[in-house]
């Protein structure tokens, strides 16, 4: 009999940063573990199971998530950014819950590759600190995590490793079937494909007509300018707002993709510039250069492990400073696909690592 695992994290939201997380965990995890079983909580249990062949069950059940931990024997919090407020105290709550709920029941836990934070208000900070001193083992994806668990008051061993997306390798990935969606939007090869993965945020929306403009000057320039909406609806809404706002051709891909479409879809951009976090990675694991705007430090600390310049936060975008950025990517994209796919290759065999600590607990179960 295999082992089996309860995997918690934001699932079943048609977030496709997310649910690229879930795929890729289940990659590595089937590759290092033959035959494990795994149930994972989801907001949609009906498509999470379908989607990628695993058991899934109501994320808002306690009796339900109850039941699975009872009849597993690790649960896997993570990946992704669960363990911050910024999104409200309702979400890093729920997430805690469901940590102290498998302990209650003598079920380890093991945070996978997690971003930690922003963690912002005291009591917050103190429950994160409190709960994390208590669980198996702690993977982090980046340094900056690992220093806000210690300054949360967490002295256990925290291994950094990387994003789960990250330990994806080329064989995943069917380009041909990318430059098939493209072509169904009218797409085909040619002048430069210069990606737009934008998310809304509030507050002013300056950023929003600066982005315009660029997008307006590369598609003047003879590139190609794609829409790439990684949550729906909420971030088609936004593309077309600015694309209607634009005064040169674009094309939106209003086509609802998974993660495997996306990221074959991604890998035919020759750059991307991107404010979504697994955006940026999906470009990197294919190559391609990424160009950030740091609406969020994660976004920041990513590009830096790359090695790579970003834009800064939507409110510093310059629309010539950004239209220059995007055309100096463009000139050097064969060197950086060089530094970026030498970075890449690290990240995979580190973020691999998570899965074999995870190996490591269910072995010492048995």
């Avoid at 699975?68 to 993570?78: D, F, N, Q, T």
């Avoid at 302990?103 to 971003?115: E, K, N, S, T």
């Amino acid at each position: 009999m295999g082992h089996r695992i309860v995997i918690s994290g934001y699932y079943g939201f048609d977030n496709l940063g997310d649910e690229a997380v879930l795929f890729s965990m289940l990659q590595s995890l089937r590759r290092e573990i033959p035959g494990l079983e795994i149930t994972v909580l989801s907001n949609n249990p009906a498509i999470t199971a379908r989607e990628y062949g695993v058991e899934a069950v109501n994320r808002w059940s306690m009796r339900q998530v109850a039941d699975a931990l009872l009849r597993s024997e690790l649960l896997i919090c993570g990946g992704g950014s669960l363990l911050q407020d910024v999104t409200g105290g309702k979400s890093l709550f729920y997430y805690l819950g469901i940590i102290w709920l498998a302990r209650m029941l003598r079920r380890p836990v093991m945070y996978y590759a997690q971003g930690i934070g922003p963690v912002n208000t005291p009591t917050g900070r103190r429950l994160v600190g409190i709960t994390t001193q208590g669980v198996q083992a702690i993977t982090v994806r980046d340094g900056e995590s690992l220093k806000d668990l210690r300054a949360m008051g967490v002295q256990r061993t925290v291994e950094v490793t990387a994003d789960p997306v990250l330990g994806l390798h080329p064989g995943d990935i069917n380009l041909a079937e990318g430059a098939g969606i493209l072509a169904r939007h009218g797409i085909i090869p040619g002048s430069p494909l210069v990606g737009i993965a934008v998310r809304p945020i509030p507050g002013r929306s300056t950023w929003e007509t600066r982005l315009v403009q660029v997008c307006d000057n590369l598609a003047r320039a003879g590139m190609q300018v794609v829409f790439i909406p990684m949550q729906i609806p909420a971030d088609l809404i936004l593309s077309k707002r600015l694309g209607a706002a634009m005064l040169d051709p674009y094309v939106i891909i209003e086509e609802k993709l998974n993660v495997s479409q996306m990221l074959a879809l991604v890998g035919n951009l020759d750059l991307l510039v991107g404010m979504r976090l697994h955006a940026l990675i999906f470009a990197a694991v294919n190559g391609v250069p990424p160009l950030g705007i740091v609406y969020d430090p994660k976004v920041e600390r990513f590009l830096n492990r790359l090695g790579i310049p970003h834009a800064g936060q939507p409110g510093d975008v310059r629309s010539d400073d950004l239209t220059r950025m995007a055309q100096n990517f463009l000139a050097s994209r064969k060197e950086l696909r060089e530094q970026i796919s030498r970075r890449v290759l690290d990240l995979r065999s580190t973020s691999e690592q998570t899965a074999r600590i995870a190996h490591q607990i269910l072995k010492g179960r048995s």
